[in-house]
């Protein structure tokens, strides 16, 4: 195994250390990108925990992986799809809160790929979402959110110079995509058509972005088993 970054005390070997490693180097060990590392870490597909906010992988078990016959399968389409179901069971939902907070909402899959509609866009938005280039560049700014292993909720100024907050969507305990609360004007006084939010605004937006978020994998999931509604005849 190759650079090493990180040695911690290990909880079960007291005055020993073990060597982690981040989930760049997980992923260029697997050939895969950092959202998926990250999807098979919250998955329990790779051995890992966290340090704060950063995920650590330690560095023997993935080495006995990579070692492995059978190399760990990794599924984007699969979790696409589980976006795609997500959405769909919830896509009323998600109009009333971009309507209530004020912003559009936009769910993508953990590649930064749009998943449904895109839900209250601001005029500016609807005027250009036809451009080739100007699509090109959100895709790849919401490709780097997806990247991002911060799961800390705010908001973000992207190249094309609007805010736009993030969070991501569980189904289970994987991650399978973002909702993007944005359109939003990152100054206040942006002469082009965004939506327009107070500090407030903003403030509602970072508090009620994961609940909703929450909430819609939770009507993707259904009823738990034995909460159905009985009819009383």
């Given at each position: ?34 959202s998926?590392?990250y ?47 997500v ?23 953990m ?40 799961f ?15 969070t ?13 609360a ?38 993707a ?13």
């Amino acid at each position: 195994m190759h650079s090493v970054q990180t040695r911690v005390q290990s909880p079960h070997h007291p005055g020993a250390t073990r060597e982690l490693l981040r989930a760049e180097e997980v992923g260029e060990l697997f050939k895969v990108d950092r959202s998926t590392v990250y999807r098979m870490a919250e998955g329990g597909r790779l051995p890992a925990f966290r340090i704060g906010r950063q995920w650590r992988f330690p560095a023997d078990a993935i080495e006995h992986l990579v070692r492995a016959e059978h190399p760990i399968a990794v599924s984007a389409d699969e979790d696409h799809e589980s976006m795609e179901r997500v959405v769909a069971a919830s896509l009323p939902f998600i109009d009333v809160a971009a309507r209530m907070l004020g912003v559009m909402i936009i769910a993508t899959d953990m590649d930064g790929r749009p998943v449904g509609e895109l839900v209250n866009p601001c005029p500016w938005f609807a005027e250009h979402e036809g451009e080739a280039e100007f699509m090109t560049t959100c895709l790849e700014f919401w490709k780097r959110l997806a990247d991002d292993p911060d799961f800390a909720v705010g908001f973000h100024r992207g190249p094309l110079d609007v805010a736009c907050a993030r969070t991501f969507v569980r189904v289970g305990p994987r991650l399978v995509g973002m909702l993007l609360a944005g359109g939003v004007d990152p100054t206040g006084n942006d002469p082009r058509p965004l939506h327009r939010l107070s500090d407030e605004g903003r403030a509602r937006v970072l508090a009620y972005l994961p609940m909703v978020a929450a909430a819609i994998s939770h009507l993707a999931a259904g009823p738990e088993p034995g909460t159905e509604t009985r009819s009383t005849t």
